[in-house]
């Protein structure tokens, strides 16, 4: 029996290409992994937006509206509603002048009991130093 | 001898990534290591049946192919990710494997190292 550590390191922007929007599925597929595993074995994702990554936690995005696609924003809130862990670079969203109240912080609205949680770098830093695997997106 | 899982998130076209990655997995099998070569987004693309060879752009439909007849290598395509391409089974390669993302972490899972390998 083993639980591994898997870190979605984001920092690709939202929508310029689909790397951003590959990472969030590939991290919340880990909730149906265990149909290919032992019995006891699972993977614990964590997920980290840093650098211009960040700019896919924005609100309010209108990507349904604009592009028919769903948007970074319902795939962030997603992983909320699934427990997947959701952090955010606190130094790199006060770069682009941002603030929590600009980004998803929670989905409420779906049933989440998490929150998305702004950390310092060293917090992911520390993150990306635990995981068995790190998925650079 | 180990077990090696690469991920690749690259075009065929467009992109040396998808080369590096396919020229990694030949190196390890040729070592004797086990290889799973998982491509998502642009990257299915190399599953394609009916690839045309020509000077100006990659080719590396004969590579996979021999690869596959090795038996030390998988190549699996994102089924979502092909699907939206207009790729079904009978669009792929003999020995092509199609599977969800899950499979992906699941093959990372059981592997000595992962070289998940970028985007565009």
Known sequence: MAIKKYAFIIEKLPYKSETSRLALTHAIASQTVEIYLDDGDNVEPVIAFIGEGVLNCLKDQKALDIYGVTSLEMHIKNALLLDLRVLVCKEDLEKFGLTEDQIVMDAEELGAEITTEVVPYEQIHQEMESADHIMFF | ?120
């Open chain 2, 1 to 120: 001898m180990g077990k090696l899982t690469i991920g690749c998130f690259s075009s065929l076209v467009g992109s040396m990534t998808l080369d590096f990655a396919v020229k990694l997995a030949e190196a390890a099998v040729k070592k004797g290591h086990e290889v799973d070569l998982w491509l998502s987004g642009n990257a299915t693309m190399l599953g394609k049946t009916r690839q045309s060879k020509f000077r100006d752009y990659s080719y590396l439909a004969g590579t996979v192919e021999e690869l596959i007849k090795t038996g030390k290598f998988q190549i699996t395509i994102c089924e979502a990710c092909a699907k939206a391409r207009g790729i079904d089974k009978e669009d792929t390669m003999e020995g092509v494997n199609i599977h969800s993302m899950d499979w992906y972490l699941a093959s990372a899972f059981s592997a000595d190292r992962v070289f998940h390998i970028g985007g565009e």
